[in-house]
Structures are given as structure tokens and as C-alpha cells.
């Protein structure tokens, strides 16, 4: 069962995948366990970036708000949005363990 993505959850990259940037500003990721490529915009790219450690979501969604143009609410939505995408592929892990 996939993990209920909210701004406490911890996720990180899965380390079973390799990622390169392009010229372009875009990153491409190899996905090692089905061998499918995958491509993130600049955006996306940033979000890939800081989730290369582990951090929980609000951290991040505080993090892009202070970066780019664009308000909390919108900012959550696509944020989550994103990352049950990259959870349905297998290149996040998304924990909802409470901080010891």
C-alpha cells in the first residue's frame, strides 16, 4: 500500500537509480529496476535535489516558495502531486515514521 504523502512525511530518493543533468537544465533519471528513463523539468530537477537527503515535505515546500514565484497552497498541491508520481515508479521512499 502506497504511503499517504502530508507535510511530516520523510522522503528520499530511492537508491536504486542514477540521474545525470542535460545542458538543458533538465535531469534524466535511470530507473535501475525496470530500466526506464525519466525526465524532470527545472523544477522538478530542484525537488529531485533536495530530496537527495532525506527531509520532510514542509521543509521543502518551504524551500520552493522562498525560490520561486509561487504560493503555499499551489505549491503543496503540485508537490504532492509530483511525488506520489515518482513513489508509483519507484524513485522516492516515503516514510511517515514519527521523530523519535
Known amino acids: 500500500m502506497a504511503e499517504i504523502i502530508t507535510g511530516q512525511s520523510i522522503v ?4 536504486q537509480q542514477r540521474s545525470a543533468d542535460l545542458e538543458s537544465g533538465e535531469k534524466i ?3 535501475l529496476k525496470d530500466g526506464v ?4 523539468n527545472e523544477v522538478a530537477r530542484r ?5 537527495q537527503e532525506p527531509r520532510q515535505v514542509y521543509q ?9 514565484d ?3 497552497d ?5 508537490l504532492y502531486e509530483l511525488l506520489a508520481d515518482l513513489a ?11 521523530a523519535a
Open 12 to 15: 528520499v530518493v530511492t537508491r
Open 29 to 31: 533519471i535511470l530507473n
Open 37 to 40: 528513463y525519466y525526465s524532470l
Open 47 to 51: 525537488i529531485w535535489e533536495l530530496f
Open 60 to 68: 521543502v515546500i518551504e524551500t520552493l516558495t522562498s525560490e520561486y
Open 70 to 72: 509561487i504560493d503555499s
Open 74 to 78: 499551489r505549491c503543496t498541491k503540485e
Open 88 to 98: 508509483s515508479r519507484g524513485l522516492i521512499e516515503i516514510t511517515n515514521e514519527a
